[in-house]
C-alpha cells in the first residue's frame, strides 16, 4: 500500500499543478510482540520480593563460579602465552646468530 505523504504546507493548487506529493511506502518490520514490562516463566508470575532475592543471590552465586573459573583458564592460558614468547625469542636469536656462526666455521 502506497500512502501519500505531504511533509510541508503547500497551497493546494501547486500541488495540483506540479504534482509535488511525496510517496512513501512503509518498511516491514518484523518485531516480537510486546509483552510488557518483563518476560515470566511459567513459576515466576506470583514471587514474593524474598523469593526474588533468594533467586537474585541464587544466580550471583552461579555468575561468581563462572568468574572465577574463566580467571583461572585465563591465568593459565598467560603462562602458556609466557612460554610461547620465550620460544619466539630464542628463534629470533638463533636466527639472528646463525649466520654469524656459519662464518666463523666456514
Not at 17 to 41: C, H, M, S, Y
Not at 82 to 100: D, Q
Request: proline share 4%.
Amino acid at each position: 500500500m502506497i500512502q501519500i505523504c505531504l511533509l510541508k504546507k503547500i497551497n493546494p493548487l501547486v500541488v495540483k499543478v506540479l504534482e509535488l506529493d511525496i510517496n512513501v511506502t512503509r518498511r516491514k518490520i518484523n518485531l516480537a510482540p510486546d509483552i510488557g514490562r518483563a518476560k515470566l516463566g511459567k513459576n515466576m508470575a506470583h514471587l514474593t520480593p524474598e523469593e526474588v532475592l533468594s533467586k537474585l543471590a541464587h544466580h550471583e552465586m552461579k555468575c561468581d563460579l563462572r568468574y572465577k573459573n574463566i580467571e583461572e583458564r585465563l591465568d593459565s592460558q598467560k603462562e602458556d602465552l609466557k612460554g610461547l614468547s620465550n620460544k619466539l625469542w630464542f628463534l629470533v636469536v638463533l636466527i639472528i646468530v646463525t649466520p654469524m656462526v656459519h662464518r666463523l666455521w666456514g
